[in-house]
Structures are given as C-alpha cells and as structure tokens.
C-alpha cells in the first residue's frame, strides 16, 4: 500500500543513511509525527530524544563535532523551530555539519492565526549553506525526495561544511496509512567521488549517452571548452552527443536533431544505461521528458559549480569532476551508430518539410546560419527562439550561440546583446521575437550612443506564438486566449526606422534573407540593421506539427 505522505520521507530517510548519516536527533511534538516516525523506524539510523531544542541543537552539534557527520535535527513547527538558532549560528561559524528538518503548517494554514505557527520561511537567514522550503510530501515524488536528500548532505559536508535547513509543510492525517515503509539505497557520499578515487567501470559501464547543457558562469571560451571536453569524452566512450547551440555542441559532432528525436517514444528503444550530465540545465522540455521516460540505471551530473541543476529528479551521482578512466571505449561499437542512423533519418525528414514550405520560423534559422560568418555569435531571445535554434540548427555550425538561460526572461535581450558586444571584435547578431524585441526598445536606442553595431532579425508573428504549443490553446475561447496569451501588439515595428541609428529591413517573402544578413553583418559603423522577418503563425505551427509527424514517421520501425 503506497503512502502519499510517507513514501517520500522515507526516500529522503533511505538516503540519508545510504550516504552514511547515522545520528536523528528528535524533540516531541504532533506537526512532526511523519518526519519521527519514519527516522525512527529506518534500522540504519540511531534516534535519539531531546525534550528542549535548544539543547538538541547543540547536543546534534557535539555529535558531529566529533563525528564528522551531520547529524538531522527534527522538531516540530512555530517556536521549536527558534529555539534551534544558536545551534545553527554556531555550526555556521565553525563549520560544522548538520542537517536541520523543521516541520511547518502547510501553504494554506500560515498567516492566518493557526496555532503554533509562526513564518519559518528563512528562518536562520545567512547562517545556513542551503534552504528550501519543501513541498508538501503528497505533492513530492520519491525521486525528488532522495535527490534533495544528496543534495543537502553535500551542501552539509562540502568544501565549506556548514548547516542546512529543510521546512517540511506537513498536512494532516500525520499518521501513517499502514505500516512505516523504509527504504533502503545504495548512494555514494557526492564528497568522496572524483576523478581519483571512483573508476569508471562502476559508473560508465555499459551503453550512455552526454547530455550538455549551456554554461554562461565563466565567459564564452570557457563555454567552448567545455563543450570540446565533452565532445572528446563522448567520442571516446563512443557514445551520442546531446547538445543545444547555446551549449556549443552544434559546433562538435552533437546530435543535430535531439530536440525532434527525443519527443519520440519510438527512440526509447535505445535505452541507455548510463547517462552523463554536465553544464547547465538544458532549454527544452524533451530531454528531461526522455530521461524521465527510460529511467536509466545512473545519471551522473558532473558539477564543479555546485548548482544542482535537475528539475526533472533523475540525478544518481552528482560528481565534481569526471570520474578517472573515463576515455575507455564502450564495450558496443553499435550503439553510436543506432543514433547516428536516427538523426540521419530525422534530419532527412526536416529538410523535405522545410524545403516546401513558405518562410517560417524553421527556414529562418537555417537562413542565419547559412549567411552568418564563422566567427559571428548569436545572441537568442527566450520564449521560441532557443528552441527553433536548437530544433534546426545542424551539427557542423561553428557559430557561437549566447543567451540569458538563467531565469529565461525576454527582458533585456537587446541590452545584453550589447554588453557582449562590447567584448568582441566579430559581428553580434540578436535573433528575437517581437515581443521581446519590444520589451527593450531601451536596448535598441543605446546601440548607436555605445559606439557598436548590431544586427537584429526579428521574428515578427504579432505576439506570443509559444502559447499556442500550451495545453491553454482551445480549451478557452479564441477571444480570450489572444487577449490573455497570444498578446497581439498590433505595432508596426518597421516605424523604428531611421531613430537613433536603426536601419529597418522589411523581409518578405520573395525577399533574401540570406543576402540582408551578409549586408547587415559587414556593416561596422555605429548602429542597428534590423531585419524584421513577417511569418504566418498558423502556417508556422502547421508546419511544427508536420515536422514532428514527418520525423515520427521516419525513426518508427
């Protein structure tokens, strides 16, 4: 019988004691009960029973004083939770271990006078390596729990050891359905696998995949090498290469088509038994749906920066560097080729669809990267142009793709666009919708005064046109949905002509694009050449939902 509320906590306790925690330091009370009862109940973990909690948060810290480990606070929500401060100010400042669980009302109960509640939220402010505040136990998955359970005996016990709090929402029934169900795992404390001292036939064995996300922390060269030191690996172990433009990996011999590939069940045949993670999280949706899907054996994400990028709960191993021997070929010599016959045939079928159709977002793409000069980088908006980009540009392009994937926004794209050109000698080139185009007009007007040029191709379909691949698209009424998402804004953007140094290029259909890039792009006096690119939305979408049957039909055996 499966436990709605129980099941996830003991994933998370199962963790713990996998990765060797040992000591579950408890102080009575009811909000808890799950979080008690089921520590208590694991046979690898020692409970032990403070009645006051400020004299368990000490005593949890003289535990792991002398121990070593971090030791898990559990106590009950309002004032319980304060009473473990100068514990958690101490451990702090002295750099020692320990895992603090404070259980809390749910969402719907706080700030509105239930008792024994009080805004635990951040409690201990900057004197804890890591907080979240969790969702309600119910509303979690057990791959969720564990993953959060490594993460925080890392955080705990990492190059700068230290407390760390998790607030558990906890609603009632607290009492188990049935029994309490324990879970065992067989994890490896993150702070002992490196490259030293975890060979690679325990974690590479077998058939894999690389998976490389965009990495923006320390500048574009250190991007490129990374994508280069994946690429070389994935070479290596003779596995497929997974990566998006913004990543570099189109400039390697990634998988051109990963993006169509992956929304396939039909490319789950080759499940893989290993998967290899490293840079930041990747931009569209099928990678972690396919992850989710095939569930392989291990997923290790290599993370040296420490940012634990995995909404989609699949990581395994979380490693800071590459484990040691990992340049040994795989033991199948098939396994490339099976995914390289795959993106052959799906690329194949992208090419017909876009080779008959009327300029749309896919014919785009393939017109900048067709015109661009090598050396040019390419500035993408969010929202559809990361994923066109990654939809259609091919392996082979040794453009450089940049972008703001940290929060995604459409904010300030023109303006960040700017700063790298500041930085550079090779043509900068923005690809954006009108939206986003809009929302920095600011950006626009500063080109010409920061003495740089730019060029800007606009993908101009009067509004939000990724909306319309949202479940929201026909289960409101057509007025609604255009007032509410579409958004038309209903501008002219060719009236931008000729204000503060911006040339605008209507583009139509009978026009080349390609030859207004190659203009555009040789220009270096101060300015902007905006190329603005009209395109049919619903031709556009017609043709998305083509592709995608096209490659369907081309993979399915």
């Known amino acids: 019988m499966t436990d709605p509320v129980y099941d996830p906590i003991a994933a998370f306790a199962g963790a713990l004691a996998s990765l060797g925690v040992r000591d579950i330091v408890i102080s009575p009370g009811s909000r808890s009960t799950p979080l008690a009862v089921t520590f208590h109940a694991h046979p690898d973990l020692r409970t032990h029973v403070q009645l006051d909690e400020r004299s368990a948060a000490f005593f949890a810290l003289g535990q792991a004083r002398a121990s070593g480990r971090p030791s898990v606070l559990i106590c009950t929500s309002g004032t319980a939770a304060a009473n473990y401060l100068p514990a958690v100010v101490e451990a702090h400042h002295s750099c020692v271990p320990m895992i603090v669980c404070t259980a809390d009302r749910p969402p719907e109960l706080r700030d509105w006078g239930a008792g024994q509640t009080i805004d635990q939220v951040g409690i201990y402010g900057t004197n804890v390596r890591w ?18 359970a490594m993460r925080a005996h890392e955080q705990s016990v990492g190059p700068r050891r230290g407390p760390v709090h998790l607030n558990w929402p906890l609603r009632k029934p607290l009492e188990p359905l049935a029994g309490v169900p324990v879970r065992h795992d067989n994890l490896t404390p993150v702070s002992t696998v490196d490259s030293v001292s975890e060979p690679a036939d325990g974690l590479l064995g077998g058939n894999g995949v690389v998976v490389l996300g965009p990495d923006a922390a320390n500048g574009l060269d250190a991007q490129r090498g990374l994508a280069h030191e994946a690429a070389h690996f994935a070479r290596a172990r003779g596995w497929p290469l997974i990566g998006e433009p913004l990543s570099q990996a189109r400039s390697e011999d990634a998988l051109s088509t ?26 569209t949706a099928p990678v972690n749906q396919w992850l989710e899907r095939v569930s392989p054996e291990r997923v290790i994400t290599i993370d040296p920066e420490q940012r634990w990028h995995d909404a989609s709960f699949t990581t395994t191993h979380h490693l800071r560097t590459w484990p040691a021997d990992s340049m ?8 490339l080729t099976q995914w390289r016959e795959l993106d052959a045939a799906a690329s194949a079928a992208i090419d017909q669809i876009i080779s008959i159709s009327e300029r749309v977002s896919a014919s785009v793409v393939r017109d900048l990267c067709g015109a661009l000069p090598a050396d040019a980088v390419v500035m993408t908006s969010n929202s559809m142009p990361p994923r066109d980009l990654d939809s259609y540009v091919e392996a082979g ?37 009108d ?37 929201i698209n026909g289960r409101i009424a057509d007025d609604a949905y255009d007032t509410i998402f579409r958004t038309p804004h209903g501008i002219d953007l060719g009236q931008l002509d000729g204000l503060a140094g911006i040339d605008v290029t209507l583009v ?25 690119v009209r395109i049919d939305p619903d031709h556009d979408m017609a043709t998305r939902v083509a592709v995608r049957t096209a490659v369907g039909d081309a993979i399915t055996p």
């Open 508 to 532: 139509g259909e009978d026009d080349d694009l390609r030859e207004a890039l190659r203009t555009a792009t040789a220009r270096t006096e101060p300015g902007v050449d905006l190329l603005i």
């Open 397 to 433: 392009t040794q453009l450089t793709f940049v972008g703001n994937r940290g929060a995604a926004g459409i904010d300030g794209i023109t303006s960040t666009a700017l700063g790298v050109a500041t930085q550079l000698d090779t043509p900068v080139v923005v690809f954006t919708g």
């Open 328 to 335: 040994s070929p795989s033991t199948d010599p098939g396994w």
């Open 258 to 283: 990963s993006e169509h590939l992956l929304k396939h069940p039909a490319v789950d045949r080759l499940r893989p038994d290993v998967v290899v993670r490293v840079g930041g999280a990747t931009t």
């Open 131 to 148: 907080f979240a505040d969790l969702p309600v136990p119910s509303d979690w998955s057990e791959s969720a729990a564990r993953l959060t």
């Open 435 to 471: 939206l986003a185009l809009l929302h920095d007009i600011g950006g626009l007007l500063g080109v010409a005064r920061v003495g740089k040029h730019l060029t800007v191709v606009c993908v101009d379909n009067d509004g939000g046109q990724i909306f319309s691949m949202l479940p």
